[in-house]
């Protein structure tokens, strides 16, 4: 059977931890939440997304893919960085092995903030490095943070030493990043009024812009599989875009 997991109220959407068991980071917050040991079987894991839960389309050999959750879970928050301070909002986080990478925006300042994630109850800032714009999404690939920074473009972001994360490259985008995600060696940013751009970041100091789409709507989100990306276009849907020209 599936594995279940269950949502606080209004908690928005979990990613869980790799290589951690039981433990989910709340994109929403700075916080991990322990969602204990409830597998039943080895299954697939489900989404959490804004308090129900979802599988993923896989067939469990019973003819059916709904998953009950006959009685809430109710979870425990077990680790939080600075989750009640004004000052700053936390809109993205992306997390590999030890380290969230979190896009933070302040009153008069945004970037990136690197938090040590080792023990769960005891979270750590390590890092930070301010962004020139607004740190809209995050994700991570290899040494790297790629930051969509919305005004600013994309910016590419050393992470080797999570203490001290440092600017490397960027390149400003016709219109607002506001996603992006990596695949191989291309950046796709979903750039608002400007649609989807395609970065090649294959030198990360000097990213360049080598490709783009123009959607009918507003690109705000953009996931890839396989050869296409999927772009979230606001009013005009969603848009597949054939991208194999730079899977080759």
Same mark, same amino acid.
């Given at each position: 059977?599936? %594995?279940?997991?269950?949502?606080?109220?209004?908690?928005?959407?979990? %990613?869980?931890?790799?290589?951690?068991? !039981?433990?989910?980071?709340?994109?929403?917050?700075?916080?991990?939440?322990?969602?204990? !040991?409830?597998?039943?079987?080895?299954?697939? &894991?489900?989404?959490?997304?804004?308090?129900?839960?979802?599988?993923?389309?896989?067939?469990?050999?019973?003819?059916?893919?709904?998953?009950?959750?006959?009685?809430?879970?109710?979870?425990?928050?077990?680790?939080?960085?600075?989750?009640?301070?004004?000052?700053?909002?936390?809109?993205?986080?992306?997390?590999?092995?030890?380290?969230?990478?979190?896009?933070?925006?302040?009153?008069?300042?945004?970037?990136?903030?690197?938090?040590?994630?080792?023990?769960? @109850?005891?979270?750590?800032?390590?890092?930070?490095?301010?962004?020139?714009?607004?740190?809209?999404?995050?994700?991570?690939?290899?040494?790297?943070?790629?930051?969509?920074?919305?005004?600013?473009?994309?910016?590419?972001? &050393?992470?080797?030493?999570?203490?001290?994360?440092?600017?490397?490259?960027?390149?400003?985008?016709? !219109?607002?990043?506001?996603?992006?995600?990596?695949?191989?060696?291309?950046?796709?940013?979903?750039?608002?009024?400007?649609?989807?751009?395609?970065?090649?970041?294959?030198?990360?100091? &000097?990213?360049?812009?080598?490709?783009?789409?123009?959607?009918?709507?507003?690109?705000?989100?953009?996931?890839?599989?396989?050869?296409?990306?999927?772009? @979230? &276009?606001?009013?005009? !849907?969603? %848009?597949?875009?054939?991208?194999?020209?730079?899977?080759?």
């Amino acid at each position: 059977m599936l %594995q279940k997991y269950a949502a606080l109220k209004g908690f928005g959407i979990l %990613q869980k931890i790799k290589g951690s068991e !039981g433990f989910w980071v709340n994109a929403g917050a700075n916080e991990i939440v322990d969602v204990g !040991g409830n597998d039943e079987g080895s299954g697939t &894991d489900e989404d959490v997304v804004n308090g129900t839960t979802e599988d993923n389309g896989t067939d469990t050999g019973s003819g059916s893919t709904d998953t009950e959750v006959e009685q809430p879970v109710e979870l425990k928050i077990v680790g939080t960085v600075d989750r009640n301070n004004p000052d700053y909002t936390v809109d993205a986080v992306a997390v590999v092995d030890n380290f969230a990478f979190v896009a933070v925006n302040a009153h008069e300042k945004s970037g990136l903030m690197v938090i040590d994630i080792g023990n769960p @109850a005891d979270l750590k800032i390590v890092g930070s490095v301010d962004t020139p714009g607004y740190a809209d999404s995050v994700t991570v690939s290899g040494n790297y943070a790629y930051v969509a920074d919305y005004e600013s473009g994309l910016q590419v972001i &050393d992470i080797s030493d999570p203490s001290n994360p440092e600017i490397v490259g960027s390149v400003d985008t016709s !219109g607002n990043a506001s996603r992006v995600v990596v695949s191989g060696s291309y950046a796709y940013v979903a750039d608002s009024e400007s649609d989807l751009q395609v970065i090649d970041i294959s030198d990360p100091t &000097d990213p360049k812009i080598v490709g783009t789409v123009d959607t009918p709507g507003w690109a705000v989100g953009v996931t890839i599989s396989g050869n296409y990306a999927y772009v @979230a &276009d606001t009013t005009s !849907g969603i %848009q597949v875009v054939d991208i194999g020209e730079f899977g080759k």
